[in-house]
T-cell receptor, first 115, second 114 residues
Framework: EPEVTQTPSHQVTQMGQEVILRCVPI?????FYWYRQILGQKVEFLVS????????KSEIFDDQFSVERPDGSNFTLKIRSTKLEDSAMYFC?????????????FGEGSWLTVV | KQEVTQIPAALSVPEGENLVLNCSFT??????LQWFRQDPGKGLTSLLL?????REQTSGRLNASLDKSSGRSTLYIAASQPGDSATYLC?????????????FGTGTLLAVQP
């Protein structure tokens, strides 16, 4: 069964460093997302991406965050200057279309620890 | 603003029991609702999706129902097994353009005792 794959599975970085989290969505999907989950808290929406541009972003997704689909298969989340509070599990997700029957599929996540 | 709540927060049952997990949402104008399973430190596995026009969906021992007017969904697990132990999350997708982000509940941590 097709799946969303994410790398790295775990990354430890120093505060102030840049981090890039990578995702390969399911191949025929058109809508891409990043969510995050701080330990013990709800899964929160960060950003959605369609047709090579951001469709919607949350208030969490400030200027230190950016997303890119550089080559038609990868979908990346960049955090420019990490803060301690960016420590979380980051999930990539994708969906085929907008119909109400379209399931959204999530990857296994990338644990980011900022020290 | 949509709020999604799940009760109970945690549940422990002996193997073989049938159980019900509850999800409530404040805005009934939803496009669909999904139930997910999350194992510790792992990703989200989609279990069932109920479209707004549907009342229930079934997959194996799982049955999810949706009552939009009252803002509620339930996930029924029949004949529970230790392998069902995980956190169960519900998430609603609202209207508002093509992106329709998911709003998640806090989850129910299920432990099935052998």
């Amino acid at each position: 069964e097709p799946e969303v794959t994410q790398t790295p599975s775990h990354q430890v970085t120093q505060m102030g460093q840049e981090v890039i989290l990578r995702c390969v969505p399911i191949s025929n999907h058109l809508y891409f997302y990043w969510y995050r989950q701080i330990l013990g808290q709800k899964v929160e929406f960060l950003v959605s991406f369609y047709n090579n541009e951001i469709s919607e972003k949350s208030e969490i997704f400030d200027d230190q965050f950016s997303v890119e689909r550089p080559d038609g298969s990868n979908f990346t989340l960049k955090i420019r200057s990490t803060k301690l509070e960016d420590s979380a599990m980051y999930f990539c997700a994708s969906r085929k279309g907008v119909a109400s029957g379209n399931t959204i599929y999530f990857g296994e996540g990338s644990w980011l620890t900022v020290v | 603003k949509q709020e999604v709540t799940q009760i109970p927060a945690a549940l422990s049952v002996p193997e073989g029991e049938n159980l019900v997990l509850n999800c409530s949402f404040t805005d009934s104008a939803i496009y669909n609702l999904q139930w997910f399973r999350q194992d510790p430190g792992k990703g989200l596995t989609s279990l069932l999706l109920i479209q707004s026009s549907q009342r229930e969906q079934t997959s194996g021992r799982l049955n999810a129902s949706l009552d939009k007017s009252s803002g509620r969904s339930t996930l029924y697990i029949a004949a529970s097994q230790p392998g069902d132990s995980a956190t169960y999350l519900c998430a609603v997708r609202g209207y508002g353009g093509a992106t329709n982000k998911l709003i998640f509940g806090t989850g129910t941590l299920l432990a099935v005792q052998p």
